[in-house]
């Protein structure tokens, strides 16, 4: 039994590199880059491959894809003033090996790219710089900001940059190994060093907000560390903690009606987020209203917020109007509950009956619409029908009399 057990896990441990380079959707076994190199892409940190007639080596810190393309960044070894130096590279290739965008970045003595982050559509490139001409070692941080494979600017930071985390469209940066990030970076290459950003005070936020945070901060007596805090639930939020105390709103978005909104169409309600309620029933965003009524849509969220929406869907009535009169039974066409002389009725109902009639719908919230309409027999039809049954008796009695004349004259003869 032991050797069946040590037997799996041996398979199991050979196989997982193949099973992980699979599921990251990353690796290839190989790939020749403008024909002439072959690189080997596997699961280890660092590789390397060599280009061009004179055999330079480009050393792999690590790559990404982006869509079709391959993104490789590391240093490529060159000579500078007769000394081999490193300079920084980024290679982006696509899936056949074509060179899309090829950048060789010699910003000192040596550089490296050693990181790579991809923000917002756009790639960010770390590109390390050391100088060691005066016998100590001074570093300079370069971060380059790609889009569509070109560059569009460089912001660069003296010092050597510890830790560099990506949260939400920021890069959160320290030159030291421990504690807070020191500032960040946005897509545009702009640093910022508020301890709040991404707030103002008394705004106002259509849906969502995102906060991003270089200190600890309290947010309706909620800890919020250091770090990009998306905010989406409908509310008055209240920010402690910082330089001053800031208040800020969050709504809620809402698809299919507006304010005071009169329809005969049926609405399809969706919010996105809050508790939501129609007519004082809880309900579920998403959800379809069709019958005729006064509506009342609330969306409570955190901290007493409470939004209202009024809104009326009509009856639809075909077939009638009111205060008419009708010479032919005509058909009822309507949406809701409807009631003919307070009786229900279902739509498509035919009046026959000779007279008056009141015809009512009921809707929600004491929604009531009341028509009243007359059927009666047309007199011209009436007349035309007494006139032929009045010709009929005559001509019947004339038949009758007749043949009574004849019936005496023939007993006198």
């Given at each position: ?26 690796y ?10 072959r ?11 060599v ?16 869509g ?7 240093s ?10 490193y ?12 060179i899309v965008?090829e ?7 040596h ?14 490139a ?12 001074v570093y ?23 830790r ?7 890069l ?8 807070p990030?020191e ?5 545009d ?15 106002v ?55 005071d ?7 399809l ?10 007519n ?6 998403g ?6 009524g ?11 917020y409470?939004?209202?929406l ?33 009786q ?5 109902y035919?009046v ?15 929604y ?20 032929t ?25």
């Amino acid at each position: 039994m032991m050797k069946k057990v040590f037997f799996f896990l041996f398979v199991l441990l050979n196989f997982l590199p193949m099973i992980a380079a699979s599921d990251d959707g990353l690796y290839v076994e190989r790939i020749h880059i403008d024909g002439e190199s072959r690189l080997e892409i596997g699961l280890h940190d660092t590789w390397s491959f060599v280009r061009g007639g004179e055999g330079v080596r480009y050393d792999i810190n690590g790559y990404g894809r982006r869509g079709d393309h391959y993104v490789f960044y590391g240093s490529v070894l060159s000579e500078k003033a007769g000394e081999r130096v490193y300079d920084g590279y980024v290679l982006i290739v696509d899936t056949s090996g074509v060179i899309v965008l090829e950048e060789q970045l010699d910003l000192g003595f040596h550089e490296e790219v050693v990181r790579l982050f991809s923000i917002d559509g756009r790639f960010v490139a770390q590109c390390r710089q050391t100088d060691d001409a005066t016998h100590a070692m001074v570093y300079t941080e370069h971060f380059l900001i790609y889009e569509d494979d070109t560059l569009l600017t460089t912001t660069s930071i003296e010092g050597r940059v510890l830790r560099a985390e990506q949260q939400g469209s920021m890069l959160f940066i320290s030159t030291e190994r421990n504690g807070p990030f020191e500032f960040m970076l946005d897509i545009d290459g702009k640093t910022h060093h508020e301890a709040v950003y991404g707030v103002d005070d008394s705004a106002v936020y259509l849906e969502e907000v995102t906060l991003y945070l270089l200190k600890t901060v309290y947010i309706n007596g909620i800890r919020y560390q250091s770090g990009a805090h998306q905010i989406n639930y409908p509310g008055h939020y209240i920010l402690e903690g910082s330089d001053d105390e800031l208040t800020f709103t969050v709504e809620p978005v809402i698809h299919g009606i507006e304010d005071d909104r009169v329809t005969y169409e049926e609405v399809l309600i969706e919010v996105s987020s809050g508790h939501v309620f129609l007519n004082h029933q809880p309900m579920l965003s998403g959800k379809p209203v069709s019958k005729p009524g006064y509506y009342i849509l609330t969306i409570q969220g955190v901290n007493g917020y409470e939004k209202t929406l009024d809104f009326t869907i009509e009856a639809l009535i075909e077939g009638i109007d009111d205060n008419a009169f009708y010479s032919y039974a005509p058909t009822l066409i309507f949406s809701g509950d409807g009631y003919l002389n307070n009786q229900r009725i279902a739509s498509g109902y035919q009046v026959d009956e000779n007279g008056e009639h009141t015809f009512k719908i009921s809707g929600e919230n004491g929604y009531e619409i009341e028509k009243t309409f007359t059927v009666f027999e047309d007199e011209t039809d009436g007349l035309s029908k007494f006139v032929t049954l009045e010709i009929g008796l005559v001509v019947s009695a004339l038949f009758i009399g007749g043949m009574a004349l004849l019936g005496i004259l023939k007993k006198r003869q």
